[in-house]
């Protein structure tokens, strides 16, 4: 057996997504194996993001000034407001470089079995960015599962109070699939969103 601190490492490693107790346990090896070129430096950073990184008190991105960089492009138009579910989301579509307005993270989507609510998401403060005018359009990037559908129809529903233009992402076939690997609902909605050729 390890010893209790060793323990303690492997256990909160096994917490984070995409780690198990085993690949926590050979990540903790590797880094006692290499503590000088792996190790140091990666407590060294985690303590830089832990002492640097916070929320934008506008979007509700990572970063380490406030606002984000994001907020701060004076190249976005700020007319344009992506709702995602997560941190996670908004950097996918960053990488993805398809979007050029700016962001709101609702920090999860509605879901009465886990006792997630509008109070618990940052849902005011969107409805209140709606309310000053300046926006839009609203595009609701929110997972195609039935949280993420629930609470689309919940903003869109909300938003429909203001002269936003409210929009989704369009679902189906993803590039390089193939129709006999696809479920159902994916097939509908490609169907549902086909377009001209």
């Known amino acids: 057996m390890a010893a209790p601190e ?5 256990g909160l490693l096994s917490k984070l997504p995409a780690f198990g107790p085993r690949s926590a ?6 880094l006692l194996k290499q503590k000088e070129s792996k190790f140091v430096p990666l407590v060294a ?10 929320a934008c008190p506008v979007c509700g991105n990572m970063d380490t000034s406030k606002p984000c960089s994001v907020c701060q492009d004076e190249k976005r138009d700020k007319t344009l407001v992506c709702v995602v579910q997560d941190v996670a989301d908004l950097w996918a579509l960053e990488r993805a470089g398809v979007f050029k307005g700016v962001y709101h993270v609702l920090g999860g989507v509605l879901s009465a079995l886990d006792g997630i609510g509008p109070d618990e998401l940052t849902i005011n403060e969107l409805i209140q ?4 005018g300046t926006v839009k359009e609203v595009v609701l990037a929110l997972p195609a599962t039935v949280e993420g559908q629930t609470t689309v129809h919940y903003l869109s529903d909300k938003l429909s109070e203001f002269n936003v233009n409210v929009s989704t992402l ?3 076939v993803p590039v390089g699939g193939e129709l006999d690997y696809l479920d159902d609902g994916t097939l509908q909605l490609a169907f549902k969103a086909r377009r001209n050729v």
């Not at 346990?25 to 590797?30: D, E, G, I, N, Q």
């Not at 960015?129 to 000053?132: D, I, P, R, T």
């Open 170 to 172: 369009s679902r189906g």
């Open 129 to 132: 960015k709606a309310a000053l």
């Open 25 to 30: 346990r050979r990540a903790v090896l590797s």
């Open 45 to 54: 950073a985690m303590q830089t993001v832990l002492d640097k990184v916070d």
């Open 6 to 10: 060793l323990e303690q490492l492997i």
